[in-house]
């Protein structure tokens, strides 16, 4: 370098050397070194820290992906149980359905699930079927269909959805095979046995504008037995799916821990994250993951749920796990000391910087759980209130009147049902005072002392079981009956009870008019007199209602006069002024009811106008008021009254009304059947000289057309004319075609209701309906035959579209048998002859009380199995005698109502035993016996030792909470072969049962031949 340049650059560089001598610059100069070296280890701290933050950030996001499959499982678990219901089950009705999943408890163990549906296969040429099959089933919606529209090859509709909410009830019908993503779920599901789940969809309840963002898991029911190994039998042995719908968002509430809680989570349908396919974004992305403005951390995951993937996009901001470790302060700390030596300006400096940061971190955190708890605290109070509108919800549409109380007399809670069964008052400010509802309740009852609404003593000073339930029927003063159950129950550290009723008027009075039913034919059977019959209907009537006391009244022969016919409990000088009473005088209620053939009601007998004439008998008898129902016989005609009477002026409630109505009815029937035969005799004379009057229904017909007809049929060749008609159908509906009806009386329009006008639309159908024809072809038959008389049973149409069963009797006038245009025709309307004759049918071979066939009955069907097995020798039949063992002993301790519920409860066990052509017969007593057709002695032996064990480990509950178990001896025998006698074979059995009860009872016993006995298959249990 020449001397000239060393001099220039050392002159340009004098003054920085000069400075830099100085100590202010070599105090900078040193704290540039110092914290230039503590901030390159500090980096290094760094980068080691955000590794471990890197590594747990993966960690969390491996907790939040297992934890979301462990939610599908879960959900999965759901399915896998209700498919286990499905199997275990011949067949789950509805009710047993939702009483399952009620038990699951959805709403707080499956977030996310919208409800659990069944799908049943339908093929395509069953669909209507189907529909009719599902609208008769209890509590089914009676306007279920199929949809969407459209012939498919086979269907898939939802048939159960439980628990019933918007989307529940709107997927009934929906045929998920209509639509191409659900379809192929179901295909793969059908396939593999396995569950499957859908794409992403729409639930029927979203908008059509809505993301699809809503999935269904689904999974495969097979029939009972058959095969699934393969897919072509696993397609063979398809029945239906169950099925879990739910939205995403749902799934996504409330899932992970603390430690999850700052995730950002994309979820996407299919292999890849895009835009398109982008099902759900936590409430924390604003955006896209890999959009957003700040840096975070983020992974990529692949999530395999019932076949489907899903790619879960899931990220963290980086701000959030900045955080100053414990190493990067002490670094920092080091090296600010060893610069304060150089220069303790830039050591507060940077100490002051570092406590800045620090401030700022803390105040960013805090900030950040705050808002974080605020959210949560918001969830909290969102889901608190859905919970209490659902409750609510539940309560209000359920059958039963819910009343919640403490036992102090508070009301806690009470639904809407409640306050339409009780009448309650919309302005009764119970909440305050709780007296004010129970003495509206008392109020109500025809026994203020049945219904316990009295606030109870503390739980603390009762005995026994507080929170056991109790059980009570209520009977009010308006004639319903309402079922009453109580159970105490803990909320908190408070005691309260839960009143549960039901109005159970239509099943007591339904029960209590079939006993009546009953006693009338049993009456109307042994031919009693019509007073005895008419009292009995009467004390149907009052026995559950002893405020009421009731009357039959009954016109007289001329009819202008009103009979007591019936009225046990009314005073003799009441009854006495009533009877009698003319119908074109001041007669009250009774005489109107007559007149006007429509019920009267009269509130106050003291001071009504028609009543005047019986005031003061009205006040002898303590009577206020007064019900008048006319009684029709079958024609429609007026034939008396049903009146009843009651102690307090009131009108009659709609239950009161029901009940005489009923009432009405039923003596109408028993005045007629009991009268039939009187007039029948007496007018029999009379109606032959009175056509138009006559009570048989009478037809003037003209056949001659037909006659025509069967003889141009005659000349083409034909001899039996009855197979030619059998054969051609079509040629017996032309035939009836010709016929033409000329005239007819007045009971026979009635019979058919038609007016006097309708003659024109009267044809052969009020005859001969449809599926009588075969009736007309043996009476067309008979006439090619010259025949002149012909009788036959049938039904036919009447003109409101009614079919009933009728005896026809058809008979040719002297003097037109060879041209047939006078042909007189009587028909007699049998349906109800015949509905009484297969009541009493059963009445004669049933046994009242267990509902089994009675001993002659069981008689009756063991001498036909003898006459079989005479047939077929090879054929053997068991015959199986049960006692129930220290019978007399159960009605001597607890009651012959005891005894007769452990009859019935036998009973019951034994129908559920036995097969369809099994024979089950109460023999007397406590003494039951069974025909088991096609059984061994071997078998039948297995048989009676399940139903031993079953009767034995069955006990029974009494009311008094008792538990009653009861045992039972059972001796076999067989007909058939050698010894087909039934007679010989039950004394056998009878022997075998008497063995067993001398070795100990409560066992069984077998007898194979005469005089041949084996030991019996259990040792006795209890020998008392």
Not at 304 to 319: E, Y
Not at 438 to 463: I, N, T
Not at 974 to 988: C, H, S
Request: hydrophobic share 45%; glycine share 8%.
């Amino acid at each position: 370098m020449p001397s000239r340049q060393r001099r220039y650059l050392a002159s340009a560089l004098a003054p920085a050397l000069a400075l830099a001598q100085s100590p202010r610059v070599l105090s900078a100069l040193v704290l540039a070194v110092s914290l230039g070296l503590t901030g390159l280890l500090w980096r290094d701290a760094r980068n080691d820290a955000d590794q471990e933050l890197q590594a747990d950030f993966e960690v969390r996001v491996r907790e939040l992906v297992n934890q979301l499959d462990q939610r599908m499982q879960t959900y999965v678990q759901v399915l896998y149980g209700v498919q286990g219901l499905f199997y275990s089950s011949e067949d789950v009705t509805r009710r047993e359905f939702r009483t399952y999943l009620e038990g699951q408890g959805l709403a707080r163990h499956s977030p996310g699930v919208q409800s659990i549906g069944y799908m049943q296969l339908v093929p395509g040429g069953a669909r209507a079927a189907h529909e009719a099959a599902v609208r008769r089933e209890p509590g089914a919606n009676p306007d279920y269909h199929i949809y969407p529209a459209g012939e498919r090859a086979w269907y898939a509709p939802t048939v159960y959805s439980e628990p019933p909410n918007p989307l529940s009830l709107r997927a009934l019908g929906f045929d998920a095979a209509s639509e191409p993503l659900r379809r192929a779920a179901l295909d793969r599901a059908r396939d593999t046995g396995l569950p499957a789940m859908t794409g992403a969809v729409r639930l029927l309840d979203d908008l059509a504008e809505a993301p699809r963002s809503a999935f269904l898991m689904l999974l495969p029911l097979y029939g009972r037995g058959k095969p699934a190994t393969t897919v072509a039998e696993r397609r063979a042995a398809l029945t239906g799916w169950v099925f879990a719908p739910f939205r995403v968002g749902d799934l996504m509430v409330r899932l992970g821990t603390p430690r999850t809680a700052g995730l950002v989570v994309e979820v996407h349908d299919g292999e890849s994250a895009t835009s398109d396919n982008l099902v759900y974004r936590s409430a924390g992305a604003t955006g896209a993951v890999n959009a957003a403005p700040v840096r975070m951390r983020s992974s990529i995951q692949q999530l395999s749920l019932g076949g489907h993937r899903w790619t879960l996009r899931i990220a963290m901001p980086h701000a959030a796990h900045v955080a100053a470790t414990d190493r990067m302060r002490l670094i920092a700390l080091c090296g600010a000391l060893l610069s304060v030596l150089a220069a303790c300006l830039t050591w507060a400096l940077a100490r002051g910087r570092v406590r800045a940061h620090q401030a700022l971190a803390r105040s960013t955190a805090l900030a950040a759980e705050l808002k974080d708890g605020q959210g949560a605290l918001l969830a909290m109070a969102d889901s608190a209130r859905r919970s209490q509108a659902m409750l609510r919800s539940i309560l209000d549409s359920t059958v039963d009147g819910i009343l919640a109380d403490d036992f102090k007399g508070s009301i806690l809670n009470a639904n809407r049902r409640f306050r339409e069964l009780w009448n309650v008052p919309e302005y009764f400010d119970w909440d305050s005072d709780g007296a004010v509802l129970m003495a509206h309740l008392r109020a109500q009852l025809s026994r203020p002392e049945e219904g316990q609404f009295e606030p109870g003593a503390s739980p603390s000073d009762q005995d026994g079981d507080w929170e056991a339930p109790q059980q009570a029927l209520l009977r009010l003063k308006d004639g319903r009956v309402i079922e009453q159950h109580t159970r105490g129950l803990q909320l908190g550290r408070e005691p309260a009870r839960i009143w549960s009723f039901r109005d159970v008027t239509e099943r007591v009075h339904g029960e209590r008019r079939e006993q009546t039913r009953r006693r009338v034919l049993e009456l109307l059977a042994t031919g009693a007199p019509l007073k005895t019959i008419l009292e009995s209907v009467v004390a149907g009537v009052e026995t559950d209602n002893e405020e009421l006391l009731c009357s039959v009244l009954l016109l007289d022969e001329q009819g202008e006069h009103l009979l007591v016919a019936a009225a046990p409990r009314l005073p003799p000088f009441f009854n006495a002024a009533i009877h009698g009473t003319a119908l074109h005088g001041n007669g009250g209620p009774c005489v109107e009811a007559v007149l006007s053939g429509r019920r009267v009601v009269v509130e106050d007998l003291h001071n009504a106008p028609a009543w005047m004439e019986h005031r003061d008998i009205a006040l002898r008898a303590g009577i206020a008021s007064g019900w008048s129902d006319p009684i029709f016989g079958a024609g429609g005609a007026v034939i008396g009254t049903f009146s009843v009477y009651q102690r307090e002026a009131r009108q009659p409630s709609m239950a009161n009304i029901a009940l005489i109505e009923q009432a009405a009815r039923l003596a109408g029937i028993a005045i007629e059947q009991a009268q039939a035969a009187q007039a029948v005799r007496a007018g029999e004379a009379r109606f032959r000289r009175l056509y138009d009057h006559a009570p048989v229904a009478l037809w003037q017909q003209d056949w001659s057309a037909l006659h025509t007809a069967l003889a141009e049929l005659t000349a083409s060749g034909i001899d039996d004319m009855g197979r030619y008609l059998e054969a051609n159908p079509s040629q017996v509906a032309r035939l009836a075609a010709l016929v033409r009806i000329v005239d007819l009386n007045a009971a026979a329009r009635r019979q058919v209701g038609a007016g006097p006008q309708d003659l024109a639309a009267i044809t052969l159908a009020q005859n001969f309906e449809a599926a009588a024809m075969p009736a007309f072809a043996q009476a067309l038959a008979a006439l090619a035959r010259g025949e002149h008389f012909f009788v036959c049973e049938g039904s036919f149409r009447r003109l409101d579209g009614v079919m009933r069963h009728n005896e026809l009797t058809l008979m040719i006038m002297p003097g037109h048998t060879d041209s047939l245009d006078f042909v007189i025709v009587s028909t007699v309307d049998t349906t109800e002859k015949r509905r009484m004759h297969d009541e009493l049918r059963v009445l004669a071979t049933t046994d009242f009380l267990t509902g089994l066939a009675n001993r002659r009955e069981f008689m009756h069907r063991l001498a036909d199995e003898e006459a079989r097995l005479r047939r077929d020798i090879g054929a053997c039949t068991a015959v199986l005698q049960l006692d129930i063992d220290h019978f007399k002993r159960i009605n001597d301790e607890h009651g012959h109502a005891a005894g007769d519920a452990v009859l019935r409860q036998l009973g019951v066990l034994m129908l559920d035993e036995q097969r369809k052509i099994d024979m089950v017969g109460r023999m007397g007593g406590e003494e039951f016996a069974m025909l088991l057709p096609g059984t061994t002695l071997p078998a039948a032996a297995v048989f009676a030792e399940r139903l031993r064990q079953r009767v034995a480990l069955s006990p029974l509950q009494l009311g008094s909470g008792v538990s009653l178990h009861v045992t039972v001896s059972i001796g076999i025998s067989v007909m058939g072969g050698k010894l087909p006698g039934g007679d010989a074979a039950l004394i056998r059995a009878d022997q075998a049962l008497y063995r067993a009860k001398r070795a100990g009872r409560n066992r069984v016993e077998l007898q194979d031949g005469i005089g041949s006995d084996r030991p019996g298959l259990q040792t006795p249990t209890a020998s008392d």
